[in-house]
């Protein structure tokens, strides 16, 4: 009987911004394919979590989140960088600056996007109408049919900040 059907892996990795900055106080659930959560953790200053001991053979998903202050790194430079991306003046040089200022999450960044930012500047609205933080895996790691440890890369990208001045851990 070939020992891998009993086979077990670890599932880990670490959660940082795009520039590299580790992120603490992300929830992070390891579901299995019919998504119920089997573990979860949070991460601390690290960035880091781990799954171990997870049986081999198995197709497992992931999902991250991380509340926080919708108006953290969100400044009037923000608009103004949003403004010029938007006028083709200074366009985002990064494509994590264009997920930060998709503040709608429309897949696009337009005077719409503008608008939700300065109502958040201006204390109009406390919140956008997403979670403040978008965390994603690099789309090129599976979890499907679990056949080795598995180490993720996660980033994380605070809405509305395109100038990377959000307090990751305040
Ligand atoms: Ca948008
Ligand atoms: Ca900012």
Redo the contacts with the bound molecule.
């Keep these: 009987m070939p020992l891998t059907i009993f086979s077990q892996h670890t599932i880990s990795g670490q959660v940082v911004m795009p520039n590299a900055i580790a992120v603490c106080d992300v929830l992070v659930e390891l579901m299995d394919a019919s998504n119920l959560v089997l573990d979860q953790e949070i991460t601390q200053n690290d960035g880091l979590f781990s799954f171990e001991n997870q049986a081999g053979g198995q197709d497992y998903r992931i999902r991250f989140s991380k509340e926080g202050s919708a108006v953290n790194?969100?400044?009037t430079?923000?608009l103004v960088l949003v403004a010029q991306h938007i006028l083709g003046v200074r366009p985002f040089s990064s494509p994590h600056q264009i997920v930060a200022a998709d503040v709608n999450n429309s897949e696009t960044v337009s005077t719409l996007d503008m608008v939700f930012i300065r109502k958040l500047i201006l204390g109009v609205d406390q919140n956008f109408t997403i979670p403040a933080w978008g965390v994603t895996v690099d789309a090129n790691q599976s979890l499907t049919n679990l056949s080795s440890d598995v180490d993720l890369d996660v980033t994380a990208i605070k809405k509305?900040?395109?100038?990377?001045?959000?307090a990751v851990c305040e």
């Design positions: 790194g969100v400044s430079l923000d509305g900040d395109v100038n990377g001045t959000v």
